[in-house]
């Protein structure tokens, strides 16, 4: 029997995979969530169902039950989903703006 995913293994699983990939690189996680690398720290985001593709508001994934989310994240870690989102590439460069 394997042992339950935790959601510290998930994010270094998550981090490691997205750290590996060009910048603007969002893994699909489910039909409504994403994640990306901010260069700093994971961030998870809500897919907008009104607009494809579109990125909606942040969140912490710390902030919601994890068992919920063990068994679809885990199926992801099995066969990931990546594309590159012209979103993510425009967030981090006003993010790296605004450092300066």
Same mark, same amino acid.
């Given at each position: 029997?394997?042992? $339950?995913?935790s959601l510290d %293994?998930?994010?270094?699983?998550?981090?490691? =995979?997205?750290?590996?990939?060009?910048?603007?690189?969002? /893994?699909?996680?489910?039909?409504?969530?994403?994640?990306?690398?901010?260069?700093?720290?994971?961030?998870?985001?809500?897919?907008?169902d009104d607009r $494809?593709?579109?990125?909606? %508001?942040?969140?912490?994934?710390?902030?919601? =039950?994890?068992?919920?989310?063990?068994?679809?994240?885990? /199926?992801?870690?099995?066969?990931?989903?990546?594309?590159?989102?012209a979103e993510v590439?425009?967030?981090?460069?006003?993010?790296?703006?605004?450092?300066?």
């Amino acid at each position: 029997m394997t042992m $339950p995913l935790s959601l510290d %293994e998930f994010e270094l699983q998550l981090a490691m =995979l997205l750290q590996n990939r060009p910048a603007g690189t969002v /893994a699909v996680l489910t039909e409504c969530l994403a994640s990306y690398w901010s260069g700093k720290k994971l961030v998870y985001v809500f897919l907008r169902d009104d607009r $494809p593709n579109s990125l909606g %508001e942040e969140f912490d994934l710390r902030h919601f =039950l994890w068992r919920p989310w063990e068994e679809p994240f885990e /199926a992801w870690l099995a066969s990931p989903r990546f594309r590159r989102n012209a979103e993510v590439i425009e967030r981090l460069n006003r993010a790296r703006v605004n450092e300066h």
